[in-house]
């Protein structure tokens, strides 16, 4: 069974840009998860998306959005750029109706640079 | 905020030697898990610890849950050196918004 897949995987972008990442969750899971991950503040939960709904959200401003398909694969933009932005954006998929309540799989991540 | 303080940042051990890294929660957690990252890698789940005082063990790793779900532990026995990475702890508080928060993680270095 494939892995969770992002793409694309690196990205550099100017600031006041905008940005979109995939994420493919594996065959079967519902839940998805998008994380940022940075040296000065670690691994920050962004936002979850069980069946197309976003179920919750973290402590991020409104540039960052999300959506999920009906086919579970996900999106998520940030608008506006700002170099605080560049980070290791990491999605995570799971059987469960939420992440947090079974196994994650994480996938390779997006790793952005803004300029 | 919730915070989950995560100790120590780094950790060199000689191989055989055990390792242990401590999570401490200022509020009650619903659930703890438990990630391994690689560098240069993913984060990879280890365990969900879900019930007060649990103790969970897979192979050389023992995890531990807190009485009051305040804390939590990974302790590796006789290190090898592919237990190379930075060990994770993210915990959802209890009654919450179900949003998880992380801690900063253990980096473990492991001497030959």
């Known amino acids: 069974k494939a892995g969770v897949t992002q793409t694309p995987r690196y990205l550099i972008k100017t600031r006041g840009q905008q940005v979109t990442l995939s994420c493919s969750p594996i065959?079967?899971?519902?839940?998805v998860s998008w994380y940022q991950q940075t040296p000065g503040q670690g691994l920050q939960f962004l936002f979850e998306?069980?069946?197309?709904?976003?179920?919750n959200k973290g402590n991020f401003p409104g540039r960052f959005s999300g959506r999920q398909f009906s086919n579970s694969r996900s999106e998520m933009n940030v608008s506006t750029l700002e170099l605080g932005d560049s980070a290791l954006y990491l999605c995570?998929?799971?059987?469960?109706?939420?992440?947090?309540?079974?196994?994650?799989?994480f996938g390779p991540g997006t790793r952005l640079t803004v300029l | 905020g919730q915070q989950v303080m995560q100790i120590p940042q780094y950790q060199h051990v000689q191989e055989g030697e055990d390792f242990t890294t401590y999570c401490n929660s200022s509020t009650t957690l619903s659930n703890i898990q438990w990630y391994k990252q690689r560098p240069g890698g993913h984060p990879v789940f280890l365990i969900q610890?879900?019930?007060?005082?649990e103790v969970k063990k897979q192979k050389r790793l023992t995890f531990q849950f807190g009485e009051a779900k305040k804390n939590s532990s990974l302790h590796i026995t006789a290190t090898q050196t592919t237990d190379v990475g930075t060990y994770f702890c993210?915990?959802?508080?209890?009654?919450?918004?179900?949003?998880?928060?992380f801690g900063r993680g253990t980096s473990l270095i492991v001497h030959p």
């Open positions: 993210a915990g959802v508080i209890s009654g919450g918004s179900y949003i998880p928060t």
């Open positions: 065959s079967g899971h519902r839940s």
């Open positions: 995570a998929s799971s059987l469960g109706f939420s992440g947090w309540s079974s196994e994650q799989f």
């Open positions: 998306y069980f069946s197309e709904t976003q179920r």
């Open positions: 610890l879900v019930k007060s005082g």
